[in-house]
Each structure stands twice: as structure tokens, then as C-alpha cells.
């Protein structure tokens, strides 16, 4: 199975901060990768998939990168309401295993 | 507006069993892969199982295998997780979810259904 792991594990940045997530995949996944957006208790919601393609309505300051066992999402301007735990899934193959997730908040 | 609405979650005791349901509208459900994920208390994502649009491949969490069943009734617009020999360790809150249309990544999550499992 593959085994999704995340950097760092939690963050605080300053409003209008550059903010980078790393996700890396233990074995190569190609460009399947999804990256979730979780604030405090609400739904999880879909931000990017296909590594780097944004969900219609999803602000253009978030982005995604990457490919095979190395992705990032980038916060360009980190915002208040940002705040929020971020998960990346591998969906190449089942089991379609998340990262354990980075929690982001306000400093 | 797509809508997902679990129910069924509640309080069990260990070893016994209990069957979650997903109602689902606003789409073509027959037309869609539907996923579970789970989440205990504090804890990150967990994908569960999941369920192709004609029920043809199926998938579950090596945590879950052979414990919980996947099915859904398109004709009923229903996804549902029969979970048995249900454990501590499966309390969480279960979330039924709808594959994107051009890709396996989730986009539509309903609220949510709270397991606990405790003697």
C-alpha cells in the first residue's frame, strides 16, 4: 500500500504569509494526487486535484505542484480564513490513502 | 444543489453491528463512484471503501476488510457501509462522499455520521 506522510505537521504564519505543504508518496503516483481543505469543525472540501488543477471557485492564491512522490500545495497570501487543517490522498490506486494532515493557523 | 445525507450512526458495543446510509440528490447518482471516509475524534482523514458507479469494483481499507461491506441501490439513490465485529477503534465520524466527475479526488462530502463504539 502506499503511505502518504506530510511536512510539517502543523504551521503559523502571518496574514499575507507564503505558506508551503509538502506531501510525499512512498512509491510513485504519477499526477494523482487531491489536496483537501478541513476548517475547524466543517466538511472537508475538495481544493486541487490532478496535483495541481484548481476545483472551480477555489481561490487562485492556492496552488499545486508536483508529480511520481514529491507534491506541495502553496498558500501564496495566506488569508484568515485559510485556517484550516490541509490533507493530501493519494487516488492512483486503492487503498486511497490521506496524508495525516497540516494544520495551518493565524500567528 | 448536490446533496449527500448519512444517517444511522449511534451508540453500539463492541463485537455488535451497525448499517450506515447515504441518501444522496441533486445529481445522477447511478452516474458516479461514491466513496467512505471516516474520521475519529481529533484524528486526520481516513479513507474507508469504495464503490463503483455499477457496484462492478470495490475497494476497502486493510483496516476494515472483511468487517465492513460497501453497497449501494441506485434505484434508491442510496450508498450504504455495512459495518459488523465493530470495534473501539472504529468510532468516528462516517462521511459518505461523490467522486469527481473526471477524477477519483472527492468533491462532495455529506455532513457526516457519528459512530462510537463503547461497552
Known amino acids: 500500500d502506499i503511505q502518504m506522510t506530510q511536512s510539517p505537521s502543523s504551521l503559523s504564519a502571518s496574514v499575507g504569509d507564503r505558506v508551503t505543504i509538502t506531501c510525499r508518496a512512498s512509491q510513485g503516483i504519477s499526477n494523482f494526487l487531491a489536496w483537501y481543505q478541513q476548517e475547524p469543525g466543517k466538511v472537508p472540501k475538495l481544493l486541487i486535484y490532478?496535483?495541481?488543477t484548481l476545483l472551480s471557485g477555489v481561490p487562485s492564491r492556492f496552488s499545486g505542484s508536483g508529480s511520481g512522490t514529491d507534491f506541495t500545495l502553496t498558500i501564496s497570501s495566506l488569508q484568515p480564513e485559510d485556517v484550516a487543517t490541509y490533507y493530501c490522498?493519494?487516488?492512483?490506486?486503492?487503498?486511497?490513502?490521506f496524508g495525516p494532515g497540516t494544520t495551518v493557523d493565524i500567528k | 444543489e448536490v446533496q449527500l445525507v448519512e444517517s444511522g450512526g449511534g451508540l453500539v458495543k463492541p463485537g455488535r453491528s451497525l448499517r450506515l446510509s447515504c441518501e444522496a440528490s441533486?445529481?445522477?447518482?447511478?452516474?458516479?463512484?461514491m466513496h467512505w471516509v471516516r474520521q475519529a475524534p481529533g484524528k486526520g482523514l481516513e479513507w474507508v471503501s469504495s464503490?463503483?458507479?455499477?457496484?462492478?469494483?470495490?475497494h476497502y481499507a486493510d483496516s476494515v476488510k472483511g468487517r465492513f461491506t460497501v453497497s449501494r441501490d441506485n434505484a434508491k439513490n442510496s450508498l450504504y457501509l455495512q459495518m459488523t465485529s465493530l470495534r473501539a477503534e472504529d468510532t468516528a465520524v462516517y462521511f459518505c462522499?461523490?467522486?469527481?466527475?473526471?477524477?477519483?479526488?472527492?468533491?462532495?462530502w455529506g455532513q457526516g455520521s457519528l459512530v462510537t463504539v463503547s461497552s
Open positions: 464503490i463503483t458507479s455499477s457496484s462492478k469494483y470495490i
Open positions: 490532478g496535483a495541481s
Open positions: 462522499a461523490r467522486e469527481h466527475t473526471w477524477t477519483p479526488a472527492l468533491d462532495y
Open positions: 490522498q493519494n487516488y492512483n490506486s486503492a487503498p486511497f490513502t
Open positions: 441533486g445529481f445522477t447518482f447511478n452516474n458516479y463512484n
